[in-house]
């Protein structure tokens, strides 16, 4: 911010501050005449302190006041120093001003009290009285002037120093607006070396954990596959278990249906074994008959010897008719085996049949 923008600012913000004090104290003591004289003079005084500073137009008609205040945040210290230099030299010129407006006025009320003496001169008792009260009038105004001098002179130095608290604000705001500098800078510093880690360091995690959860997915789906095929096995077996459980069930209804059948004939099988029985025990009866009566034709051969061809005709034929029933003994024996072995394989169904049973 140069100069004449601060001066523009100082004139802004704090001159009619005194000009308004300034005018309210003359028009008290003087009137309205020699406030606005008052008045007219210091607008020329510091319109002259402007005009030296700068030839450019107003700022107001372009810098907003938030520009305007952060300029005045940023006032270099010769610019302070220029505004203390130029209220010194307001104060200096208000005090020959002072001066000279006190002689002035003086003069006028002296010549107004010789205007009222000649005007009165029968009235010398009334003369003296009002001179008396005209030189204390005169009394309570020097006074009066003095309080506005003084007042002008303390608003001075507490503008003065509003001026260095400013200046010392501006100070203390540069030092902690180069502190965040500082910490902006650091922090500048330190998001740098994070994002160089990162460039360094990100690619190689990020294609570890790439590589880690590629391995877990191929793990996942090598469960997932193999639990897919226990799970075909054990439908596979389900289905298997299920058909055969259909057989079984068709098998038991079938035996249920037809178990009168499988009884009738176990009788009727029992009843042929029996009969089977019966016809060996009597074919074997016989054959220890004709074994009995063979012994004894021996023993008669070897008694009666005439009676040999005979015998051995009815030998042969004997033995003729005891080969055939020999044969039809072992169609018999044959028979047997067979039926013998068709109801061990019918009590080995019933056994399993019977067992199903037991298991359902």
């Known amino acids: 911010m140069n100069p004449s923008g601060f001066s523009f600012i100082l004139q802004q913000r704090f001159y009619p501050l005194i000009f308004a004090n300034v005018q309210s104290r003359y028009q008290t003591v003087w009137g309205s005449q020699a406030a606005k004289y008052c008045t007219i003079m210091l607008e020329t005084q510091l319109f002259s302190y402007s005009s030296k500073d700068t030839d450019e137009p107003p700022q107001d008609e372009w810098t907003t006041p938030r520009q305007r205040s952060c300029a005045f945040v940023n006032t270099?210290?010769?610019?302070?120093?220029k505004a203390i230099h130029h209220i010194q030299e307001l104060e200096v010129k208000i005090g020959r001003y002072f001066q000279q407006y006190d002689y002035v006025f003086k003069e006028e009320k002296k010549l107004w009290i010789t205007e009222q003496v000649g005007a009165e001169s029968n009235k010398d008792t009334w003369l003296s009285t009002s001179s008396d009260l005209q030189d204390a009038n005169v009394a309570h105004e020097d006074s009066k002037t003095l309080t506005?001098?003084?007042?002008?002179?303390?608003?001075?130095?507490?503008?003065?120093?509003?001026?260095?608290?400013?200046?010392?604000?501006?100070?203390?705001?540069?030092?902690?607006?180069?502190?965040?500098?500082?910490?902006?800078?650091?922090?500048?510093?330190?998001?740098?070396?994070?994002?160089?880690?990162?460039?360094?360091?990100?690619?190689?995690?990020?294609?570890?954990?790439?590589?880690?959860?590629?391995?877990?997915?191929?793990?996942?789906?090598?469960?997932?596959?193999c639990k897919s095929r226990q799970l075909r096995q054990v439908q596979n077996q389900i289905f298997k278990i299920e058909a055969v459980s259909r057989r079984i069930q068709?098998?038991?209804?079938?035996?249920k249906k037809h178990s009168p059948l499988l009884e009738e004939k176990l009788n009727l099988e029992g009843e042929a074994v029996k009969d089977v029985l019966l016809a060996y025990e009597k074919v074997e009866d016989l054959n220890n008959k004709v074994t009995v009566q063979a012994d004894e034709s021996v023993k008669r051969l070897d008694d009666c010897s005439d009676l040999v061809k005979a015998m051995e005709e009815l030998k042969s034929t004997r033995e003729i008719d005891l080969q055939n029933r020999k044969r039809k003994l072992l169609k018999i024996n044959e028979a047997l085996d067979i039926l013998k072995c068709e109801n061990e394989g019918l009590q080995g169904e019933n056994e399993e049949f019977l067992q199903k049973l037991e298991n359902w």
């Open 250 to 255: 068709e098998d038991v209804d079938f035996m």
């Open 76 to 81: 270099p210290l010769p610019c302070i120093n």
């Open 148 to 225: 506005l001098k003084e007042e002008t002179a303390a608003l001075l130095l507490e503008v003065t120093k509003l001026i260095k608290r400013l200046e010392a604000d501006r100070m203390e705001a540069e030092k902690a607006l180069e502190r965040e500098r500082q910490r902006r800078k650091k922090l500048g510093m330190e998001i740098d070396s994070m994002s160089l880690w990162r460039l360094q360091h990100f690619p190689a995690a990020v294609q570890k954990e790439y590589e880690t959860c590629t391995r877990d997915s191929l793990e996942l789906q090598w469960h997932l596959d």
